[in-house]
């Protein structure tokens, strides 16, 4: 089955503790992104990443790194949360980079920092 | 600058009744416009797509959605709504850069089909 996975689905954490959300494709997919849903403010992307070791800073990249070793994987790091990173992430992809192909969405990732 | 809005944060209709959500946008050139539905704690679903061609544009689960230039919009449309319809609705637009595009989203309309 096609499909975006990411984990973990839930995660408490505390400020300052390192934290990785791993996410991976199976659809040989180019184009990988992450974004972030906030009440009131819709999705808002974080990073992106054309293809392997290829990444760009998105609308709201402060506090987050990402890496594209692999062009299945896109994971997202917090090198030291902070609580207004509390929020629902997803990961998604595209088949390319051009923009008139859909992009397909992980289950998402609820993240509490505290 | 470029940018997409849906002006309604909350829709309500009645079962089998038409719907629409409404969506704008403003954008250099020709857009490309999508939206997307998501269904309580699930990821987002793609539902169609406007690229070029006919303005009114046809995708899953009964919905459809006008692309009208003009007034630079996109409304998603149904003609008849189901219960199970009530979801979450984003409109999103590619906004392109240099070798690349990020997708931006509207706020989101939420539509409740009242039984």
């Known amino acids: 089955e096609a499909q975006v996975t990411q984990n973990p689905r839930y995660l408490i954490t505390v400020t300052g503790k390192k934290l990785t959300v791993t996410c991976s494709q199976n659809?040989?997919?180019?184009?990988m992104s992450w974004y972030r849903q906030d009440p009131g403010l819709g999705l808002r992307q974080i990073y992106y990443s054309m293809n392997v070791e290829v990444t760009d800073k998105g609308d709201v990249p402060e506090g987050y790194k990402v890496s594209r070793k692999e062009k299945r994987n896109f994971p997202l790091i917090l090198e030291s949360p902070s609580p207004n990173q509390t929020s629902l992430y997803f990961c998604?992809?595209?088949?390319?980079?051009?923009?008139?192909?859909?992009?397909?969405f992980g289950p998402g990732t609820r993240l509490t920092v505290t | 600058a470029q940018s997409v809005a849906q002006p309604e944060d909350q829709v309500n209709v009645a079962e089998g009744n038409p719907l629409t959500v409404k969506c704008t946008y403003s954008?250099?050139?020709?857009?490309?416009l999508f939206w997307y539905v998501q269904y309580p704690n699930r990821g987002l679903q793609f539902l169609l797509k406007y690229i070029t061609g006919d303005n009114l544009v046809k995708g899953s689960y009964g919905f459809e959605a006008e692309f009208n230039k003009s007034q630079t919009s996109f409304h998603l449309k149904k003609p008849s709504a189901l219960v199970s319809d009530s979801a979450l609705y984003f409109c999103?637009?590619?906004?392109?850069?240099?070798?690349?595009?990020?997708?931006?989203f509207g706020k989101g309309t939420k539509l409740s089909v009242i039984p």
């Open positions: 999103a637009v590619p906004f392109s850069g240099a070798g690349s595009y990020q997708l931006t």
């Open positions: 659809m040989n997919h180019e184009y």
């Open positions: 954008v250099s050139g020709n857009p490309y």
């Open positions: 998604a992809s595209s088949r390319s980079r051009e923009p008139q192909y859909e992009q397909y």
